[in-house]
C-alpha cells in the first residue's frame, strides 16, 4: 500500500519506490531505499511528517504515494 496510507506512528518497510528515475532518485537521497523502515510521525493537511534512517522528513502527500510499503 502507499506510505500515505500508513496512520500516525505505525511503521512499515519500504517494498519499493515508483515514479520517474529523477523522482526515484530524490527520494533515495531522502534515505527512502527498498528495505528501510519508515515510521509516520504525524500528518496534517495532507502532509507528513516521517521518520527514516534516525531523521524526520517532511512530504506532500503526492510524493508519499510513491513509496510502496
Known sequence: MPLSMV???ETGYI???TGKDD???YLGNL??????KVTVIS???GNMI???KNSRI???KRMANR???
Open 58 to 60: 517532511a512530504l506532500d
Open 43 to 45: 500528518e496534517i493537511d
Open 31 to 36: 534515505g527512502f531505499v527498498t528495505g528501510e
Open 7 to 9: 496512520r500516525a506512528g
Open 23 to 25: 523522482i526515484r532518485r
Open 50 to 52: 516521517l521518520s527514516v
Open 15 to 17: 517494498q519499493r519506490i
Open 67 to 69: 513509496i510502496i510499503v
